[in-house]
């Protein structure tokens, strides 16, 4: 279902406009933003005075445009922080000074980031917990400092969700040529004409069948599947473009009770093979909710830290444990912590709309779940449990404006209110699309994906479209809104396993969905050619009287167009004896042989051998 105001203007799924038409849109949205920006500074500036923190800001300014992290005023930096000092020549700093006022002064070591943009000063020992710290460098000839404090690191034993259920024939896939495979089972229910092409990308969760990443095709066929390890979890599988090259991007490990990951994040090639591994610095783990790799060959991620913290504003204790979530710019071929954004150190816990637990139960006040990159040098971060997005400056780390939530920024249009959102993307042509769960507990009756619009001469967000599910669906957590080329979406449903591809106009040209309970945390519809460096696998089932079926796959290989059938007395003896066009991910192929021995040729759309499968002995197959 869709409602619209006005037709249709997302152009393409991409963050930046296409080439055409970016150098207009992107002087349209710096000229536009930046004088919201300012005219929410100085509002700012003029209702809460200037602070130490604009000072500091003010002097890094002077300094050729540094950006030093931890950011000044900082309440629960990590006590193994690096000092990132981003946006000059690693070159032009010198005479950094860290002191801590229980730890004394830190020695250490400057490390170049890969791109020529900075450095981090590495410190040869941990600060001490609960510290303030203070930092001074000089900067192309300037003196530049900061200053923050050090967590106090919480202990807590997280329970790990519940097993998945017990799955059946009608739950799960199994494939004789491909004995360790078992992905949920696919049920597609609408595929219209005049959909998009591609396959629908996404990582199977706390449902029947193996966890993991998964491509399959419009028909529900497996394309590729790689199964996580008992108790392991994928999250946010998806495509991104990293050194030139179109690659597969996920984060796996281990989730927390409250919804938080505690991993890395994977990039593998075309050929499943792992180029990168993505780990958050200064003493983190990387959280599941967003990868986005930059141009420039660095990523911004996600990560948690729990911190003890007074919650006594907000009905909690005196010496309560809070989970503040975290944004990090990694180096991806250095490691090298770039920028990190705390949330505890710029927003207020009085905008949290979830209720302090009792006892030791960490308090997810904020619980961010994307980070999307804007045209004019900052982020929009989005958090589930204020219920707004913010625009935060990646060179001071301030917050510009905010959207939604208790001190939103704009004037509210109807419906552009949202509650639990996930996914705050932005958009060509100034829109920004949100989905809006509306629950856990509920506070609408569905939930949709939609997209605002920011007016910044009223201040006020309309409602451009709104998507939602037939039959109504209302889920509890996750969900993504992909905008395709045609100015389509591609929505997944979240914690309800289904997913939806829309139209331009609001039309249902696709809908599928995995066996309830499973879920998915976002899902994406992106075309995909995969080679895989290993042989296509075979089975081969004896049925009586000189007859007997074929099995043939080749786990991730997209361009295998027909299969080829050989047999004979031996593996070194072989013939062919007939061929079949492929027929999803496993395709059976009845022969009539005496012959002991069988393998199978992947052949390519031209007829040329892609790939060959080991010979195995029919009679023991």
Avoid at 179 to 188: I, M, R, S, Y
């Amino acid at each position: 279902m869709s409602t619209r105001s006005d037709p249709p203007t997302r152009r393409s799924a991409g963050r930046l406009p296409p080439p055409e038409h970016e150098s207009y849109l992107t002087r349209r949205l710096l000229r536009r933003f930046l004088v919201a920006g300012i005219l929410i500074a100085v509002l700012t500036g003029v209702l809460t005075g200037t602070t130490a923190h604009d000072h500091h800001l003010t002097a890094a300014a002077m300094a050729g445009s540094v950006t030093i992290s931890p950011l000044p005023d900082t309440p629960d930096a990590s006590p193994a922080t690096q000092i990132s000092f981003l946006g000059v020549s690693p070159g032009e700093i010198s005479r950094v000074d860290v002191v801590g006022d229980e730890s004394g002064t830190h020695a250490g070591r400057l490390e170049s980031y890969s791109t020529g943009t900075g450095a981090s000063f590495v410190l040869a020992r941990p600060l001490t917990q609960g510290e303030h710290v203070r930092v001074s460098a000089q900067v192309d000839g300037h003196a530049v400092s900061t200053y923050f404090s050090v967590a106090r690191w919480v202990t807590y034993d997280f329970n790990q969700p519940t097993p998945p259920p017990a799955s059946s024939s009608s739950t799960v896939q199994s494939f004789m040529s491909a004995p360790d495979l078992h992905p949920p089972a696919v049920d597609v229910t609408t595929d219209a004409p005049g959909g998009s092409p591609g396959d629908v990308f996404t990582a199977p969760n706390n449902g029947a069948g193996q966890w993991g990443p998964m491509i399959f095709n419009r028909s529900g066929q497996l394309v590729w599947f790689d199964p996580m390890p008992a108790g392991m979890f994928a999250m946010n599988f998806h495509e991104e473009n990293y050194e030139g090259s179109p690659d597969l991007v996920w984060w796996q490990g281990y989730i927390a009770d409250i919804g938080v990951g505690y991993g890395a994040d994977e990039i593998y090639n075309s050929h499943y093979q792992k180029v990168a591994q993505v780990r958050a610095g200064n003493g983190y783990q990387a959280d599941l909710h967003e990868l986005d790799i930059t141009p420039q060959g660095t990523a911004f991620i996600t990560a948690y830290t729990l911190v003890q913290a007074n919650l006594s504003s907000v009905g909690g204790a005196s010496d309560g444990v809070l989970l503040d979530p975290i944004v990090q710019e990694i180096d991806i071929k250095t490691g090298l912590v770039m920028f990190e954004w705390d949330a505890l150190g710029h927003i207020t816990i009085k905008d949290s709309y979830v209720t302090v637990p009792h006892g030791a139960t960490p308090w997810d006040w904020f619980h961010l779940n994307s980070i999307s990159l804007g045209p004019d040098g900052t982020i929009l971060v989005d958090a589930r449990n204020t219920w707004a997005a913010y625009d935060v400056s990646l060179r001071t780390g301030r917050v510009l404006w905010q959207l939604g939530g208790r001190q939103t920024s704009f004037k509210m249009g109807t419906g552009t209110t949202v509650a639990y959102q996930h996914d705050a993307e932005w958009q060509p042509d100034e829109e920004i699309t949100i989905f809006d769960d509306g629950a856990s507990p509920n506070v609408h009756t569905q939930s949709r994906a939609i997209t605002v619009r920011i007016d910044p001469a009223s201040h006020r967000v309309s409602l451009i479209n709104q998507l939602e599910h037939t039959p109504a669906l209302l889920t509890a957590s996750q969900g993504n809104d992909q905008v395709l080329p045609n100015g389509g979406s591609f929505v997944g449903w979240g914690q309800d396993p289904y997913f939806t591809e829309f139209s331009p106009t609001g039309r249902t040209l696709f809908d599928a969905h995995f066996p309830v309970p499973g879920q998915t945390y976002r899902a994406y519809l992106l075309p995909w050619s995969g080679t895989p460096t290993g042989t296509p696998a075979v089975a081969a089932e004896s049925t009586g009287s000189g007859t007997a079926t074929v099995y043939a796959s080749w786990n991730g290989a997209t361009d295998v167009s027909v299969w080829r059938v050989l047999v004979g007395s031996s593996a070194a003896d072989l013939s062919p004896i007939t061929q079949s066009s492929k027929n999803g991910f496993e395709t059976a192929i009845p022969i009539a042989t005496n012959e002991p021995m069988v393998e199978v040729q992947a052949l390519g759309r031209t007829g040329n051998v892609i790939g060959t499968s080991p010979a195995v002995d029919i009679s023991s197959s």
